[in-house]
């Protein structure tokens, strides 16, 4: 079955800091777009960062600039999130997802064509 793993979320206090990983199951990430989504109780479901498959451009949603970055490790096949100075609107369940074509869209989640089951973040004190 081809899927993606999503490890690393918790609990952590206002201001605290998470690094997410994304690892494939029975396929590779290679020239793939991966891209973090995210989606809070009674929220839709919204786009946070993507990395292309070259690994050479990213985008961020505006509420997280400045405070996550995305990133890749070919040799290890896996994505990264890292989350800094965590607010508790960063609530919720983080999804990783990955699209055939290497380019980044953050805000078209249907056109990912691999999902994992996600993790939960909680920025509570």
């Known amino acids: 079955q081809l899927q993606l793993v999503e490890s690393g979320g918790g609990l952590v206090q206002p201001g605290g800091s998470l690094r997410l990983s994304c690892a494939p199951s029975g396929f590779t990430l290679d020239y793939k777009a991966v891209g973090w989504f995210r989606q809070a109780p009674g929220k839709e479901r919204e786009g946070v960062s993507c990395?292309?498959?070259?690994?050479?451009?990213?985008a961020y949603v505006d509420s997280v600039r400045g405070r996550f970055t995305i990133s890749r490790d070919n040799a290890k096949n896996t994505v990264y999130l890292q989350m800094n100075s965590l607010k508790p609107e960063d609530t919720g369940v983080y999804y990783c997802?990955?699209?055939?074509?290497?380019?980044?869209?953050?805000?078209?989640?249907?056109?990912?064509?691999?999902w994992g089951q996600g993790t939960q973040v909680t920025v509570s004190s």
């Open positions: 997802a990955a699209r055939v074509s290497g380019l980044c869209v953050l805000s078209k989640a249907y056109k990912y064509n691999y």
């Open positions: 990395i292309t498959g070259s690994g050479g451009s990213t």
